[in-house]
C-alpha cells in the first residue's frame, strides 16, 4: 500500500512516499480502507524529533492519528463492526499511523462515523475533538452556566471546544487576532478576544475553565481569570501548581487518551448539528501534499483544520 513515511527525525522534507506492507490485523482489530485523515501538532513535533523520549518509536514511522474509512476485515473478536461500516477513529499511538491507503484500528477505538458527516469532516474530528472533549469534560466537568475561556478558538481544538461547550450551555469567551472574529461568532463565542489588540487577563474575570492551546506566558496569566474553585486544563504546558495552590483552583495539563465511546458521543453531537469540524483547507495523500500541509500547521496560524484526502 501507499504511505507517506519518514526515516529519520528532521524538517519537513524528511515526508517520503513509500510502497509498505498494508497491516496485519489482531482479533480485537480491524482493517479500515482509508478515505481521509488530518494533520495535527503531534505529527509533526513528532517529525522534528521533539518527542522522542515520550514516543521511541523505530524507523520508518508513518505519523498520522485521525482515521475515516470503511471497514475491509475484522477481526476474529470483533463484534460491534462489520465489513463495509463506515467509521471513524484516533487510532492508538504507534508508529503504523494513518497517513496510509490502510490502517488497523483496535475495536474500542473505533465509532460509526456520523451520518451527516463527509469522510473528511470526520478525518477533522477525533484527535482535536477528544482532546477538547477531555478537557471540558473529564478534566474541568463542564456544566450548564460556567464561564469558558478557550484559546486560540480558531484552531483545531479551539474550535471544537468552542462549539463542545455551548452544547453543554455555557458562556464561552475566545482569543484569536481580529480577522478571525466573524469566524468565531459564527461558532457561538459570546466574548471575542483580539489578542493583538487586548490582554485577556485584563478584559475578563471570575470564569470557571480556562483551556490552554498556548503555554507559557498565556498558561501563566490564565490563573488570573479564575475564580476560586475554577478548572485551568493546558494541552500546551505544566500549570504551576503552587500558584494553582494560593488561588485555590483546579489546575494540570492534559494528553489525550484514545476512545470509542467519547468519539461515538462527538459523532452524536455531529448529527444533532451542535459541532461541525471546520476544514480549513485540503492537500492529497502524497509527498508535496504532506509537506504543505506540515509547513502550514507549523505557522500555527491554520485557520480550522488540515485534512489530507486519501480516497
Excluded at 494541552?235 to 494553582?244: K, R, T, V, W, Y
Excluded at 465511546?261 to 495523500?285: H, N, S, Y
Amino acid at each position: 500500500m501507499k504511505a507517506i513515511v519518514i526515516e529519520q527525525y528532521g524538517g519537513a522534507d524528511q515526508l517520503k512516499e513509500k510502497d509498505v506492507p498494508t497491516p496485519t490485523i489482531k482479533d480485537n482489530q480491524v482493517l479500515v480502507e482509508m478515505h481521509a485523515t488530518s494533520i495535527n501538532p503531534i505529527d509533526w513535533k513528532l517529525r522534528e524529533g521533539y518527542l522522542q523520549e515520550r514516543l521511541p518509536f523505530d524507523f520508518p514511522i508513518i505519523l498520522g492519528w485521525d482515521a475515516a474509512g470503511v471497514i475491509k476485515e475484522v477481526g476474529a473478536n470483533v463484534t460491534s463492526f462489520q465489513v463495509g461500516d463506515e467509521v471513524f477513529a484516533r487510532p492508538a499511538t504507534t508508529a503504523n499511523g494513518t497517513y496510509a491507503e490502510y490502517v488497523a484500528v483496535d475495536e474500542n477505538l473505533l465509532a460509526p462515523k456520523p451520518k451527516n458527516a463527509s469522510f473528511e469532516e470526520a478525518a477533522a474530528l477525533p484527535l482535536a475533538g477528544l482532546t477538547a472533549w477531555q478537557c471540558l469534560v473529564n478534566f474541568s466537568n463542564i456544566k450548564a452556566g460556567d464561564k469558558v475561556l478557550i484559546h486560540a478558538g480558531s484552531g483545531g481544538v479551539g474550535s471544537m471546544a468552542i462549539q463542545i461547550a455551548k452544547s453543554f450551555g455555557a458562556t464561552v469567551a475566545s482569543t484569536a487576532s481580529g480577522k478571525n472574529e466573524e469566524f468565531l461568532k459564527s461558532l457561538g463565542v459570546d466574548h471575542f478576544i483580539n489578542y493583538q489588540e487586548a490582554d485577556f487577563d485584563k478584559v475578563i474575570q471570575d470564569y470557571n475553565i480556562v483551556v490552554d492551546t498556548m503555554g507559557g506566558d498565556i498558561l501563566e496569566k490564565s490563573m488570573h481569570v479564575l475564580k476560586a474553585g475554577g478548572r485551568l486544563v493546558s494541552i500546551a504546558g505544566q500549570p504551576d501548581e503552587q500558584l494553582a495552590k494560593e488561588k485555590g483552583i483546579k489546575a494540570g495539563s492534559l494528553w489525550l487518551e484514545p476512545d470509542g465511546k467519547e468519539l461515538a458521543e462527538l459523532g452524536k453531537l455531529m448529527e444533532e448539528g451542535k459541532l461541525k469540524p471546520q476544514i480549513g483547507q485540503t492537500f492529497p495523500l502524497t509527498e508535496d501534499g504532506l509537506k504543505e500541509a506540515h509547513r502550514l500547521s507549523e505557522t500555527h496560524h491554520a485557520k480550522g483544520k488540515i485534512v489530507i484526502r486519501i480516497k
